[in-house]
């Protein structure tokens, strides 16, 4: 099991390729699209903004409504989507990421992965 420290760096690592993206890229994509990843096996959920690409990555609060984008995986998995973001599909078909979506974000999610 990773610590929640590795898996908030892990997914500020993906955000962070948004800046890879020019500004009307990021805008065009993502527009001001949250995010959510929960963590069952820490019992935590972080969450970002994902339109500027370098909105920090931070623990969601209780009560918090829920974000656009909602990904379920163990820390381990998580860790692992950070090093190899194109097994994805493989770690999704296998049940090993659960991802609550619309069509149209998950189209744009695979921008970001």
Excluded: H
Excluded at 21 to 38: C, H, K, M, Q, W
Aim: proline share 6%.
């Amino acid at each position: 099991m990773s610590t929640a420290q590795e898996c908030q760096e892990a997914l500020q690592k993906l955000v962070g390729r948004l800046s890879e993206l020019s500004p009307a890229e990021r805008d065009d994509y993502f527009g001001n699209r949250s995010i959510s990843v929960t963590i069952p096996d820490l019992g935590l959920t972080y969450v970002t903004k994902l339109g500027s690409g370098d909105d920090p990555v931070r623990e969601a609060v209780p009560g918090e409504p829920p974000a656009d984008i909602r990904l379920t995986a163990k820390s381990a998995e998580v860790i692992a989507l950070a090093d190899s973001p194109m097994n994805i599909a493989r770690s999704w078909v296998a049940g090993r990421i659960k991802i609550e979506a619309s069509m149209k974000d998950l189209f744009r999610l695979r921008k970001l992965l």
